[in-house]
Nanobody, 124 residues
Framework: QVQLVESGGGLVQAGDSLRLSCAAS????????MGWFRQAPGKEREFLAQ????????VYADSVKGRFTISRDNANNTVLLQMNSLKPDDTAVYYC?????????????????WGQGTQVTVSS
């Protein structure tokens, strides 16, 4: 059974940086893709970034392109999200997700497994 555990959230000020981690376990993820999403109160869950586990190909949402960077550490089965120049609008619960294909869509329903989320709060 796939388990995803996020960490690294917290309270920061506008302009600060934060790095989120997602520890993945339960199977081999070769051939899978990993994604990061976020959900603010009263809003839908929003796609942020995806990385394919085997080749490291990345896709970003326009809203975070140039500020957020997704990467993976194959040796430790960990996916990272480096977030720079944070804004108050980035305040949300951030989720790690796994998809059993490097292809397919980028909607929440396209991902098979989810972590419990980690809160990121950016003060102005």
């Amino acid at each position: 059974q796939v388990q995803l555990v996020e960490s690294g959230g917290g309270l920061v000020q506008a302009g600060d940086s934060l790095r989120l981690s997602c520890a993945a376990s339960g199977r081999s993820f070769s051939g899978w893709a990993m994604g990061w999403f976020r959900q603010a109160p009263g809003k839908e869950r929003e796609f942020l970034a995806q990385i394919t586990w085997q080749y490291g190909g990345t896709v970003y949402a326009d809203s975070v392109k140039g500020r957020f960077t997704i990467s993976r550490d194959n040796a430790n089965n960990t996916v990272l999200l480096q977030m720079n120049s944070l804004k108050p609008d980035d305040t949300a619960v951030y989720y790690c997700a796994a998809k059993n294909s490097p292809r397919g869509g980028l909607r929440p329903d396209d991902f098979n497994s989810w972590g419990q989320g980690t809160q990121v709060t950016v003060s102005s």
